[in-house]
């Protein structure tokens, strides 16, 4: 007992847990305070629990160089992160990614494996030309791989440029190509008209570069760009431009029915022959020139040449033709017979060509042939020739007609008409008049043309009745993606509700009733015999009482002694449990 004293001086004052338990007891409020805190706690946790930040990607795939600057950023800037499993994503709370991601722009993170024309900036003296352009090219990939990893599907982009060296020679110059590597993201997939934008934007930022001398790749291996369009003809915006002219007849159609027939009772289709061909003409008429008068000249000429004093040579070819002529005789010293043309009529004579004379068409010739020889002996023989040209203005119209794609050619619509309620309820068919009428806005609304071969057909019938109202009907309640998602969250509150009416009825409760309920009466319970009472008188009777009280009150005292014990050093009593149990 020495021992165990000494071990209990010397052990610390330190409250164990019966203390704390038999102190509780005794101060109901105590106990009451302790539970409600208890509760609070619980709550905060809870409520923090729910709380918590969501944490979203704030960068993916980013290299350890810039993964190291990026940890060392936001452990500067006091912002939360953790990885993602298998430590390829860095993740922040949701709300911050957006601030983060500036802050970290600003700070050039991250830099990433492509470098743009950064490269040009510090420019060593002396740099050859091909250090040069090889420099110029790494740039403008980088670039163009900057800007294709801004779409939103991309996760990261390479760009490979083939530019070749100019020439002078037509025959040696060569077309540059590309090629791009896109690495999308997990569970993101790229349609057809983003990669026909990849493909322009790099083929416009390359001079030269035909976008069929592009091609697009995924981190798959598959082709994504249309290599192969100019052989099929097909383009994608072509057909989404034919897509959109044909919903919106389409709506058309079906607006303007709807109110008549009602919502459900009107289907339309439409087929829109596009004409994607681009026309350019260019025509140029000449048209003769109606008023001679008020025609324009544009340009004249006239010529005139005059011979005089010359004979001009005649005859049959060969000498005689060319011995010259012979001498002329005046007719004023060579006598003219009577009679002989030239010479002045006898009295009595009529004259030739007079009624009655002889005078023929022959003999009025020779006269006249003689006058002239006559004439031309005396003047000289002479020619004359006048040549003019008029060039007038022809009436010109040229046309220049560029006829834009996308015209439409030819639309062909069909319109089902579902039969009406009749007056006593039942379904009836549409009247011809009310067919017609049908029919007509259809052609209002989609511009019907019968010159460009245009077709409607309108058909009324009675619609089936396994329709998609009635399959919604047939799917069970347990698998209505709606029913499902409602029945996860009102679980969720109600797993919630059940653990907290647990807590209380189960802890607290219990707790709250033990420690604030009145302390109950002392029940005085009646001996199974009664004792006979104690002769004062008698000395062996008082002695005995005296012994028994005397080992009530040592029992007592080892009890509290004990109590006192286990209380300040716990060790103690263990080890001496421990030999108990092991002797």
């Known amino acids: 007992m020495t021992a165990a004293a000494a071990s209990v001086g010397a052990a610390p004052n330190a409250p164990a847990a019966p203390a704390l338990l038999e102190r509780l007891r005794g101060q109901p409020k105590l106990a009451l305070i302790v539970g409600g805190a208890a509760l609070v706690a619980v709550a905060a946790a809870f409520m923090l629990w729910s709380r918590a930040p969501d944490y979203?990607?704030?960068?993916?795939?980013?290299?350890?160089?810039?993964?190291g600057a990026i940890i060392a950023s936001l452990t500067q800037m006091n912002v939360p992160y953790k990885f993602a499993e298998g430590g390829n994503a860095i993740l922040i709370a949701g709300d911050k990614v957006p601030e983060v991601r500036l802050k970290l722009a600003a700070?050039?993170?991250?830099?990433?494996?492509?470098?743009?024309?950064?490269?040009?900036?510090?420019?060593?003296f002396g740099?050859?030309?091909?250090?040069?352009?090889?420099?110029?090219?790494?740039?403008?990939?980088?670039?163009?791989?900057?800007?294709?990893?801004?779409?939103?599907?991309v996760e990261s982009a390479r760009v490979h440029l083939a530019l070749p060296k100019p020439s002078l020679f037509v025959r040696d110059q060569k077309k540059p190509s590309a090629s791009v590597v896109l690495a999308l993201h997990r569970g993101r997939s790229i349609d057809e008209g983003q990669v026909s934008a990849i493909v322009h934007m790099i083929s416009s930022s390359v001079p030269e570069l035909d976008p069929k001398s592009v091609t697009v790749?995924?981190?798959?291996?598959?082709?994504?760009?249309?290599?192969?369009?100019?052989?099929?003809?097909?383009?994608?915006?072509?057909?989404?431009?034919?897509?959109?002219?044909?919903?919106?007849?389409?709506?058309?159609?079906?607006?303007?029915l709807q109110p008549i027939l009602g919502a459900a009772n009107v289907r339309a289709q439409v087929a829109a022959d596009i004409d994607f061909s681009v026309v350019e003409r260019t025509e140029e008429k000449f048209a003769p020139n109606q008023d001679p008068r008020n025609a324009a000249?544009?340009?004249?000429?006239?010529?005139?040449?005059?011979?005089?004093?010359?004979?001009?040579?005649?005859?049959?070819?060969?000498?005689?033709?060319?011995?010259?002529p012979a001498t002329p005789s005046a007719p004023i010293t060579t006598p003219r017979a009577p009679g002989a043309p030239?010479?002045?009529?006898?009295?009595?004579?009529?004259?030739?060509?007079?009624?009655?004379?002889?005078?023929?068409?022959?003999?009025?010739?020779?006269?006249?042939?003689?006058?002239?020889?006559?004439?031309?002996?005396?003047?000289?023989?002479?020619?004359?020739?006048?040549?003019?040209?008029?060039?007038?203005?022809?009436?010109?119209?040229?046309?220049?007609?560029?006829?834009?794609?996308?015209?439409?050619?030819?639309?062909?619509?069909?319109?089902?008409?579902?039969?009406?309620?009749?007056?006593?309820?039942?379904?009836?068919?549409?009247?011809?008049?009310?067919?017609?009428?049908?029919?007509?806005?259809?052609?209002?609304?989609?511009?019907?043309?019968?010159?460009?071969g245009d077709s409607l057909n309108v058909v009324n019938s009675a619609f089936a009745r396994d329709g998609q109202d009635e399959q919604k009907a047939e799917v069970p309640i347990w698998k209505d993606r709606d029913n499902i998602e409602l029945a996860k969250s009102v679980s969720f509150y109600l797993l919630i509700a059940l653990l907290a009416l647990f807590a209380w009825f189960s802890v607290l409760r219990p707790l709250l009733r033990k420690h604030l309920a009145?302390?109950?009466?002392?029940?005085?319970?009646?001996?199974?015999?009664?004792?006979?009472?104690?002769?004062?008188?008698?000395?062996?009777?008082?002695?005995?009482?005296?012994?028994?009280?005397?080992?009530?009150d040592r029992r007592k005292a080892d009890l509290d002694y004990a109590q006192q014990v286990a209380e300040q050093d716990p060790r103690l009593v263990a080890s001496?449990?421990?030999q108990w149990m092991n002797p």
């Open 576 to 578: 001496l449990v421990k």
């Open 342 to 452: 030239g010479a002045p009529a006898a009295p009595g004579t009529p004259a030739a060509g007079a009624p009655g004379a002889p005078a023929n068409g022959a003999a009025a010739a020779a006269t006249t042939n003689t006058t002239s020889s006559a004439s031309a002996a005396a003047t000289g023989p002479s020619s004359l020739r006048k040549d003019v040209t008029t060039n007038y203005e022809l009436d010109r119209s040229i046309r220049h007609i560029q006829q834009a794609a996308g015209g439409v050619k030819r639309v062909s619509v069909a319109v089902v008409v579902n039969h009406l309620a009749g007056p006593d309820g039942k379904p009836r068919a549409l009247t011809p008049a009310e067919l017609e009428q049908v029919r007509n806005l259809a052609k209002e609304a989609v511009g019907f043309s019968q010159e460009r």
């Open 518 to 552: 009145p302390p109950a009466a002392p029940v005085v319970e009646a001996p199974a015999f009664a004792e006979p009472p104690i002769d004062p008188n008698d000395e062996a009777q008082v002695a005995e009482q005296s012994a028994r009280q005397r080992e009530a």
């Open 297 to 324: 000249v544009r340009s004249q000429q006239s010529s005139e040449s005059s011979q005089q004093g010359t004979t001009p040579p005649g005859g049959v070819p060969g000498a005689l033709s060319n011995q010259p």
């Open 56 to 67: 979203k990607v704030l960068y993916t795939n980013v290299s350890d160089r810039d993964g």
């Open 217 to 256: 790749v995924d981190q798959r291996g598959n082709l994504l760009s249309a290599a192969n369009a100019g052989a099929r003809g097909l383009d994608v915006s072509q057909l989404k431009y034919a897509q959109e002219i044909e919903q919106g007849y389409i709506r058309r159609i079906e607006a303007i």
């Open 127 to 153: 740099t050859s030309q091909f250090a040069e352009q090889v420099n110029y090219q790494r740039g403008l990939e980088g670039e163009l791989a900057r800007s294709i990893e801004s779409i939103g599907t």
């Open 107 to 124: 700070q050039g993170l991250p830099k990433g494996g492509g470098v743009g024309f950064e490269l040009m900036d510090n420019q060593k």
